[in-house]
């Protein structure tokens, strides 16, 4: 790199993430002054140097059950992907599905979690199961629609054209309809991440042996709210850690799509 | 005569209550390049559906050097409109399209085609991707990935309407300099006098829906051709608009 590169790369940078650290900075000094001047009682509003400071001594439980939501995350994610993509496929192959299938997955998404939750994990246990089935539950629709809106988007040129070639049903799917599909996916992954988190902390809440949403209801329950928002925190920053995953292997996957014509 | 490569009899076609295609008989001799013209949504894209496969006429018949023409044959490159390149693809990659469907491996469809980028200008651009081209490169990287097939035909679907003008004219001239060296036999669909004259051999003329030939013209001008101005593409020039523009009731 040259001389000349790091200072415009700096620039770059700030102008691209200075604004978020600012206003985020503000909220948090702001909090911080008001904790400190008005002398509230740190177990109702505890300070954001309070809840640092706390979870600093209790980095270790915080990093297990991080670790257990963690996990929960990933495996109910992944096995929604599996689902999304297994009936995705399938609604887009048989439209007499996609009308019997469609209705009911819409019902699963109007099950309020409040209700379904404390039901799952009565009916799978307080192990790892209630909890993929409740975070495959949260993410699944996005996915499926997003994959079937992406299937739809096929250019009908491209797949006149293969048609034309004479290429299957299937190969015509293979080699138009699912990289049509990249685009879509990629912002229903977006989407589908951030309620992952969330969905696998609800379930623990409703009842586990480890994980974020179990410590956070016990914290609640030792009146600990500075020991609640270091755990708040800490989902917080999973969450935009596996955001920013999606970018980035979005950006590896398409490299083509932040391409320009070249001009000579 | 000679036994034509294609020969359309009668055909039309009706989608529901919309009759597209009401007698449309043509023909197209080997090694000729023969043009559709007409006024948009006259059925010219429906007569490529039949061709294609994509769908079958209520009526007619579709001869391919003499044989019913069935739709699990695929006699025709076909060259969609606009250039219907994969963005996901390197030109490479979507110029090997065709062969790759035919069970070519990818390995082998690239040799097939490497040789050709530089007589179609796109020699160096074989690693780039789609977008990173010119709408013109794009369109020659459109029609290697429809030559290379080495069908006996090649089916053009209106292939320069989405260029601007200037580059049009000029990829209409590379193609007839392409063609004059190659004499594929060509059906080329267009709604663009001036290129159907400077291209064809023959140009059918369709009527507005629902579509029947409306009259038949023959340009008797040896290739290479001089381009638009020359006096005698001029003169059927304005006699095909005067069809065009005055249908007679």
């Given at each position: ?7 415009r790369l700096l ?26 001047l008005s ?10 140097s309070r809840i640092i400071g706390?979870?600093f ?8 059950h991080s670790?257990a ?10 096995s929604?992907?599996?689902?999304a ?12 599905l996609r ?5 009911v997955f819409i019902i699963?998404q ?20 209630p909890?993929i089935?409740?975070?495959?539950l949260v993410?699944?629709?996005?996915m499926?629609v997003a ?10 040129n ?5 048609a034309s070639m ?7 799917f293979?080699?138009a309809r699912l990289?049509?599909?990249l ?5 229903g ?14 379930a623990?809440?409703?009842g586990?042996?480890r ?14 709210p500075?020991l609640?928002?270091?755990a708040?925190f800490?989902?917080?920053?999973l ?12 950006r ?12 000579p | 005569?000679?036994q034509?490569r ?6 039309s076609?009706?989608?529901g209550p919309t009759?597209v295609l009401?007698d449309?008989?043509?023909s197209v001799?080997?090694?000729?390049f ?14 490529l559906q039949?061709?294609t496969g994509a769908?079958t006429p ?9 044989q019913?023409?069935s739709?699990t044959?695929h ?11 994969m ?6 990659d979507?110029?090997t399209?065709g062969?790759?469907?035919q069970?070519?491996?990818?390995e082998a ?8 980028f530089?007589e179609?200008?796109l ?5 780039h991707?789609?977008?990173?081209l010119?709408?013109?490169?794009r369109?020659?990287a459109?029609l290697?990935?429809?030559v290379?097939?080495q069908r006996?035909m090649?089916?053009?679907d209106e292939p320069?309407?989405?260029?601007d003008a ?7 001239r ?7 060296r190659?004499?594929?036999t060509v059906l ?6 001036r290129?159907a004259?400077l ?8 009527s ?10 023959q ?31």
């Amino acid at each position: 790199m040259s001389n000349a590169a790091f200072p415009r790369l700096l620039a770059r940078f700030f102008r691209h993430a200075g604004p978020a650290t600012a206003s985020v900075s503000t909220l948090i000094l702001g909090w911080e002054a008001y904790v400190q001047l008005s002398g509230i009682s740190p177990t109702a509003l505890p300070s954001p140097s309070r809840i640092i400071g706390q979870g600093f001594v209790q980095r270790e439980a915080l990093a297990r059950h991080s670790l257990a939501t963690l996990q929960a995350t990933t495996f109910g994610f992944a096995s929604s992907l599996a689902a999304a993509f297994f009936f995705s496929i399938l609604i887009d192959f048989c439209r007499p599905l996609r009308r019997a299938l469609f209705p009911v997955f819409i019902i699963t998404q109007t099950l309020p979690l409040v209700a379904i939750a404390p039901l799952i994990v009565l009916w799978f246990g307080f192990g790892l199961t209630p909890k993929i089935v409740l975070v495959a539950l949260v993410t699944f629709f996005p996915m499926l629609v997003a994959l079937a809106q992406g299937y739809e988007a096929t250019d009908r040129n491209i797949a006149a054209l293969l048609a034309s070639m004479g290429a299957s049903r299937w190969r015509i799917f293979l080699m138009a309809r699912l990289p049509s599909a990249l685009p879509y996916f990629f912002a229903g992954l977006r989407i589908s991440i951030t309620y992952a988190v969330v969905g696998a902390i609800f379930a623990e809440y409703a009842g586990a042996a480890r994980g974020l949403g179990i410590y956070i209801l016990n914290a609640k329950n030792n009146f600990r709210p500075d020991l609640v928002l270091a755990a708040v925190f800490v989902s917080a920053t999973l969450t935009l850690l596996l955001f920013g995953a999606t970018v980035l292997l979005q950006r590896a996957a398409m490299p083509w799509a932040r391409l320009k014509e070249i001009r000579p | 005569m000679s036994q034509a490569r294609l020969e359309l009899q009668h055909l039309s076609k009706s989608f529901g209550p919309t009759d597209v295609l009401a007698d449309i008989s043509l023909s197209v001799q080997p090694g000729e390049f023969v043009s559709i013209l007409g006024p948009s949504g006259a059925g010219k894209s429906t007569i490529l559906q039949l061709l294609t496969g994509a769908s079958t006429p209520d009526a007619g018949q579709m001869l391919h050097d003499g044989q019913p023409l069935s739709p699990t044959q695929h006699r025709f490159a076909f060259m969609p409109q606009g250039d219907a390149l994969m963005p996901w693809r390197r030109i490479i990659d979507n110029t090997t399209l065709g062969l790759e469907v035919q069970g070519l491996r990818r390995e082998a469809a690239r040799a097939r085609v490497a040789p050709l980028f530089a007589e179609f200008g796109l020699a160096g651009f074989e690693d780039h991707y789609p977008a990173q081209l010119s709408g013109g490169m794009r369109q020659r990287a459109a029609l290697l990935r429809t030559v290379v097939q080495q069908r006996p035909m090649l089916l053009l679907d209106e292939p320069f309407g989405a260029l601007d003008a200037l580059t049009r004219a000029q990829m209409q001239r590379w193609l007839a300099g392409m063609w004059t060296r190659h004499r594929w036999t060509v059906l080329l669909i267009t709604h663009d006098v001036r290129e159907a004259v400077l291209l064809s051999d023959r140009i059918y003329v369709l009527s507005a829906r629902p579509a029947r030939v409306a009259q038949e013209f023959q340009v008797p001008i040896d290739h290479p051709r001089q381009g638009a101005g020359s006096p005698g593409l001029a003169a059927i020039e304005a006699e095909i608009l005067q069809t065009l523009l005055n249908p007679e009731d």
